[in-house]
């Protein structure tokens, strides 16, 4: 059963940091691109950062760039995602995801929430 396990969300002021990290196996890890996505309230889930599976491309929404890096330890089977500068509106659940063609496989989700 293959699982992708997120961790290192929370509270922070708006301004500051969080890095979040997302654990899966290594048959996926190896072989899929990793990408995280947000849902806030009330809204549909987002793309924020794609790395493919051999950490040659990137790809960011409008939003986050130049304030979120995606990157990816092999060693670790782990992705993670280092928000800087965060604002209130990049509160939401964040969730790993892996894809081949699809997405094919998604984490539960860890809640970051930018006090302002």
């Known amino acids: 059963q293959v699982q992708l396990v997120e961790s290192g969300g929370g509270v922070v002021q708006a301004g500051g940091s969080l890095r979040l990290s997302c654990t899966t196996s290594g048959r996926i890890f190896s072989t899929y691109d990793m990408a995280w996505f947000r849902q806030a309230p009330g809204k549909e889930r987002e793309f924020v950062a794609r790395?493919?599976?051999?950490?040659?491309?990137?790809a960011y929404t409008s939003s986050v760039k130049g304030r979120f890096t995606i990157s990816r330890d092999n060693a670790k089977n782990t992705v993670y995602l280092q928000m800087n500068s965060l604002k209130a509106e990049d509160t939401a659940v964040y969730f790993c995801a892996a894809r081949r063609g699809g997405y094919d496989y998604w984490g539960q989700g860890t809640q970051v929430t930018v006090s302002s």
């Open positions: 790395m493919s599976w051999s950490s040659n491309s990137t």
